[in-house]
């Protein structure tokens, strides 16, 4: 006869045993577990922000954030992935480890991996990250910097400085007008 407990077991314990295998090294495959772990890790640290709530002001955090909502203000996630969702409405400036677009964004962008606007998504304003994606059919407007270092101020690299016992005509050689 057939039991809730009994079909509830196996599954259990056969997952205990691969866990406690993979800890013991019994089993080869390293990569599974730390992929497992790292699929628990970003289902856990994910927080979202519903379609319904409004946030004015500044949102800062230490975990990947998902919004549905809207933000008014600024978001740092410097460490972390920010993704704004499809109803996502954002009027702020924007300073993240990656961002993902799927809505809509008044502001500038700042990435220290990557930007990804989506089909969906809209940017108006500068974006700057070593790598941008824009997929087709998604709407932007403003300046890329792909800058491999991202500043912490929004000013402009400074130009090229002559070295000292260099002549003029030596550092402007290669440059043509």
Do not use: C, Y
């Not at 969906?120 to 941008?132: E, L, M, Q």
């Amino acid at each position: 006869m057939w039991k809730r407990e009994e079909a509830v077991r196996p599954s259990t314990a056969g997952a205990a045993t691969i866990n406690e295998q993979a800890a013991s090294g019994v089993t080869g495959s390293s990569l599974n577990k730390s992929t497992n772990d790292d699929t628990r890790r970003s289902v856990r640290d994910v927080v979202n922000v519903g379609k319904s709530v409004v946030i004015k002001g500044e949102v800062n955090g230490s975990e990947d954030l998902m919004i549905e909502g809207q933000v008014d203000g600024k978001i740092e996630l410097r460490q972390h992935m920010l993704t704004i969702g499809p109803n996502g409405r954002i009027t702020a400036e924007v300073f993240a480890k990656s961002v993902v677009i799927l809505g809509t964004v008044a502001g500038n962008v700042t990435a220290t991996e990557k930007v990804n606007i989506r089909e969906s998504g809209s940017v108006d304003g500068d974006i700057t990250a070593p790598r941008v994606a824009i997929a087709e059919g998604a709407h932007f407007r403003g300046k890329v910097d792909m800058s491999t270092k991202v500043s912490n101020s929004t000013s402009g690299a400074e130009p090229k400085r002559v070295q000292p016992g260099k002549s003029a005509a030596k550092a402007t050689a290669g440059r043509t007008t």
